[in-house]
């Protein structure tokens, strides 16, 4: 049995992996709950631990559960963020019991998911930005007006955003944090599929900061905090 008092972590945890991964393989073991995947257009993958320590109660046998993450992101919904949960194995189904006011048991079978084991992108990025979420969310919203796409770029060590359509265009202009590594004195350019990067950040507090790894021609690696758990995401560049 796993036993949650506060549910907004895993909430928010399957809530931006689910955008774009339906169905994956979450591992739980000692380290707590986890789960690597790509996307089945091969754009995007993900990597995340919801650490042991986030729990009340973790007390399962290691395992690899078949998930359909779309129907699990559907029943977290109706979680209020407060609400205690416990997670339950039960007989090829997958238990979701929510402990408030009125108790509902919800149960999801499940599935058989084939999938390769995956390794993460071994890049030495030129540029590896720390930048406020909410400064990037924003950013996205604008590029959102004109265009399906947005362009990345590292000039004099800022990191510009531009996105451009047949209604207009928008450029933002953004100072990254003091940790910030610039390993290059290279200019770059990457474009990335906006509905992706929208829905990678959707979960991401405005208040946090979100790591990034740039390097032309390579995937762009994203990194931020959900409470005590790590998101990381690669993303494929697309042609400019």
Same mark, same amino acid.
């Given at each position: 049995?796993?036993?949650? &008092?506060?549910? !907004?972590?895993?909430?928010?945890?399957? !809530?931006?992996? &689910?955008?774009?991964? *339906?169905?994956?393989?979450?591992?739980?073991?000692?380290?707590?709950?986890?789960?690597?995947?790509?996307?089945?257009?091969?754009?995007?993958?993900?990597?995340? $631990?919801? =650490?042991? @320590?986030?729990?009340?109660?973790?007390?399962?046998?290691?395992? $690899?559960?078949?998930?359909?993450?779309?129907?699990?992101?559907?029943? #977290?919904?109706?979680?209020?963020?407060?609400?205690?949960?416990?997670?339950?194995?039960?007989?090829?189904?997958?238990?979701?019991?929510?402990?408030?006011?009125?108790?509902?048991?919800?149960?999801? =079978?499940?599935? !058989?998911?084939?999938?390769?084991?995956?390794?993460? =992108?071994?890049?030495? %990025?030129?540029?590896?930005?720390?930048?406020?979420?909410?400064?990037?969310?924003?950013?996205?919203?604008?590029?959102? $007006?004109?265009? &399906?796409?947005?362009?990345?770029?590292?000039?004099?060590? @800022?990191?510009?955003?531009? +996105?451009?359509?047949?209604?207009?265009?928008?450029? +933002?202009?953004?100072?990254?944090?003091?940790?910030?590594?610039?390993?290059?004195?290279?200019?770059?350019? +990457?474009?990335? *599929? #906006?509905?992706?990067?929208? &829905?990678?950040?959707?979960?991401? !507090?405005?208040?946090?900061?979100?790591?990034?790894?740039?390097? +032309?021609? *390579?995937?762009?690696?994203?990194?931020? #905090?959900?409470?005590?758990?790590? $998101?990381?995401? %690669? #993303?494929?560049?697309?042609?400019?």
């Amino acid at each position: 049995m796993i036993s949650i &008092s506060k549910a !907004d972590e895993l909430k928010k945890v399957i !809530d931006s992996v &689910s955008s774009f991964i *339906s169905e994956a393989n979450l591992r739980f073991n000692e380290q707590g709950i986890s789960l690597k995947a790509v996307d089945q257009s091969q754009i995007a993958l993900v990597d995340f $631990l919801i =650490p042991k @320590k986030s729990f009340e109660i973790f007390k399962i046998e290691p395992c $690899l559960l078949g998930i359909n993450l779309e129907e699990l992101n559907k029943v #977290l919904q109706r979680i209020n963020p407060t609400d205690k949960i416990e997670l339950n194995l039960r007989e090829g189904f997958f238990e979701i019991n929510i402990l408030d006011e009125m108790k509902r048991k919800f149960t999801l =079978p499940l599935i !058989d998911v084939n999938e390769t084991e995956l390794e993460l =992108p071994k890049v030495k %990025y030129d540029f590896e930005l720390t930048i406020p979420a909410r400064l990037l969310k924003e950013s996205l919203k604008d590029a959102g $007006l004109f265009s &399906s796409s947005v362009l990345l770029k590292v000039k004099q060590n @800022k990191l510009i955003i531009e +996105a451009e359509g047949t209604q207009g265009n928008i450029r +933002a202009l953004i100072n990254p944090l003091s940790d910030s590594k610039f390993n290059s004195t290279k200019e770059l350019e +990457a474009k990335f *599929s #906006l509905s992706f990067l929208s &829905s990678i950040f959707k979960a991401c !507090d405005l208040n946090h900061n979100v790591k990034i790894g740039l390097k +032309a021609d *390579s995937p762009i690696r994203i990194e931020f #905090l959900i409470d005590q758990t790590i $998101l990381v995401f %690669y #993303l494929a560049h697309m042609i400019l």
